[in-house]
T-cell receptor, first 113, second 116 residues
Framework: DGGITQSPKYLFRKEGQNVTLSCEQNLNHDAMYWYRQDPGQGLRLIYYSQIVNDFQKGDIAEGYSVSREKKESFPLTVTSAQKNPTAFYLC????????????FGQGTRLTVV | AQSVSQHNHHVILSEAASLELGCNYSYGGTVNLFWYVQYPGQHLQLLLKYFSGDPLVKGIKGFEAEFIKSKFSFNLRKPSVQWSDTAEYFCAVALRGTDSWGKLQFGAGTQVVVTP
């Protein structure tokens, strides 16, 4: 089945550690996105990528990094510079050249302990 | 900077009441517009979308939305809600300008609670 897979579903990390969240899609989508969802703040865009080897900062990119070495993969690293990393992280993807909606993964809940 | 504003953060209404959720965006170029819903414990689902053509679009579960270009608005409506419509609703805008193609931004969401 086609879709977006985020792993792991739950992640715990200690303060000061970097952690990488995985996002893989087999929908042949061009564009991929990372969002952070916090209560009352909706989905805030962290980074997005329209094509391989290119990505743009979203509205809250500080303390995060991404790479897009393959079309189907868009991992997000939450660095120790992110002051408040505990959140629910959502990955999405869509076609670039067609008018279609974005499809979402199931999310990763990151907790800093 | 581009932004998406949803007028209400929380809405409480009774079954059979009508629902209207407001959404405005600030971007002067071409946009695609969406409403997503997140039921308790579930992932985001698409309710409806607008790309072009008839500004009144119909979605799943009896929802509809109207795009008013002059007001930069895309309000969601349902004539008669059910208890199962309790969820959080998100408006989203995808930019189609050359500088920001593909940037997909969401509003803060509206939590809707339908009481029996």
């Amino acid at each position: 089945d086609g879709g977006i897979t985020q792993s792991p579903k739950y992640l715990f990390r200690k303060e000061g550690q970097n952690v990488t969240l995985s996002c893989e899609q087999n929908l042949n989508h061009d564009a991929m996105y990372w969002y952070r969802q916090d209560p009352g703040q909706g989905l805030r865009l962290i980074y997005y990528s329209q094509i391989v080897n290119d990505f743009q900062k979203g509205d809250i990119a500080e303390g995060y990094s991404v790479s897009r070495e393959k079309k189907e993969s868009f991992p997000l690293t939450v660095t120790s510079a992110q002051k408040n990393p505990t959140a629910f992280y959502l990955c999405a993807s869509t076609f670039r050249s067609m008018n279609t909606e974005a499809f979402f993964g199931q999310g990763t809940r990151l907790t800093v302990v | 900077a581009q932004s998406v504003s949803q007028h209400n953060h929380h809405v409480i209404l009774s079954e059979a009441a009508s629902l209207e959720l407001g959404c405005n965006y600030s971007y002067g170029g071409t946009v695609n517009l969406f409403w997503y819903v997140q039921y308790p414990g579930q992932h985001l689902q698409l309710l409806l979308k607008y790309f072009s053509g008839d500004p009144l679009v119909k979605g799943i579960k009896g929802f509809e939305a109207e795009f008013i270009k002059s007001k930069f608005s895309f309000n969601l409506r349902k004539p008669s809600v059910q208890w199962s419509d309790t969820a959080e609703y998100f408006c989203a805008v995808a930019l189609r300008g050359t500088d920001s193609w593909g940037k997909l931004q969401f509003g803060a969401g509206t939590q809707v609670v339908v009481t029996p």
